[in-house]
């Protein structure tokens, strides 16, 4: 009787140890397929997941995961191609519409210098009131296709942030006028940040754009240095519950979708040149005020 117990402890003995040695392996492959999965994600790699114990449940996790990871490759190439062939489209469109309006100026400029009536002479300027509408809206098409399909080319240089808004702000003076607006700025000590000049001019002035076409009344800018250069523009807006101010950024969007005075591409332009001197924006609604916020890598000489 004893020997049979004995017989009957050893071997349950030995099951438990295999038992908890199998719970072992199959823990080591589970820590393989998160440290393969870590790899994936840290290495941008592509292989699949593969295990070294045969588990039927384990193979099936295995094969499902793998399943998952080729699916969403498949998305994030077509989604790639997609992208790039929207810009393309972005570019060819904004290319022929520029040659057909330009025609269309010079006609009218030829107009223009004819023997015309009073009443004629107004039809022609709400004419070219127009044609000059399109052809902002072809240049910002333009100016968007040309950064998002090129590979930015910055000469990183110091640059007075101070002075050039100042400047920007104050060639924009008679669009402020002609639309009832008044600009609060004062003018800070100088702050310096490293960026490419052209780029930053373009940031401010379709910032001022921007501010100008959608204000409801005065605007507010503000420039100061904290960790990097932060540039304000502050402004009432109507309708102000539509805004999803999280997609302020995006392309194409605009609050209202009956409004014809923009592409919805100024701040995405914003977005986009900031992105690539290594800055960064935000936009915030309080109330019907928003804010439009874009921080620029101060140089040595501004911290």
Request: aromatic content about 6%; hydrophobic content about 40%.
């Amino acid at each position: 009787m004893v020997n049979i117990l004995a017989i009957v402890v050893g071997v349950l003995s030995i099951l438990v140890v295999l038992f908890m040695a199998y719970i072992v392996f199959l823990q080591l492959q589970l820590a393989n397929i998160n440290r393969q999965l870590a790899k994936r994600l840290n290495e941008n790699t592509r292989q699949p997941i593969s295990l070294e114990l045969l588990n039927s449940e384990l193979n099936a996790l295995a094969i499902n995961i793998n399943k998952c990871l080729k699916a969403e490759e498949t998305l994030r190439v077509n989604s790639i191609r997609e992208e790039k062939r929207f810009k393309e489209q972005v570019a060819n469109i904004s290319h022929d519409l520029r040659t057909p309006l330009t025609a269309i100026k010079g006609y009218q400029q030829l107009l223009a210098k004819g023997s015309l009536s009073e009443e004629q002479q107004e039809k022609l300027r709400v004419a070219q009131k127009y044609a000059d509408k399109l052809g902002d809206l072809i240049e910002h098409f333009f100016e968007y296709s040309l950064h998002v399909n090129a590979e930015p080319k910055l000469a990183m240089n110091q640059l007075n942030l101070s002075n050039l808004l100042t400047e920007c702000l104050a060639e924009s003076i008679h669009s402020f006028e002609d639309n009832n607006l008044t600009l609060h700025y004062k003018e800070t000590v100088p702050v310096f940040i490293m960026v490419d000049r052209e780029y930053t001019i373009r940031i401010i002035q379709n910032l001022i754009r921007n501010g100008i076409t959608h204000s409801a009344g005065d605007i507010e800018v503000n420039l100061s240095a904290k960790q990097n250069a932060v540039l304000t523009f502050k402004n009432p807006v109507n309708n102000n519950a539509d805004i999803e101010v999280t997609r302020l950024f995006e392309r194409f969007y605009t609050a209202d979708t009956a409004r014809r005075n923009s592409t919805g591409l100024g701040l995405s332009i914003v977005k986009l040149l900031t992105e690539q001197m290594g800055g960064n924006t935000n936009a915030t609604l309080q109330g019907n005020m928003l804010e439009i916020r874009v921080e620029l890598p101060l140089c040595e000489k501004g911290k």
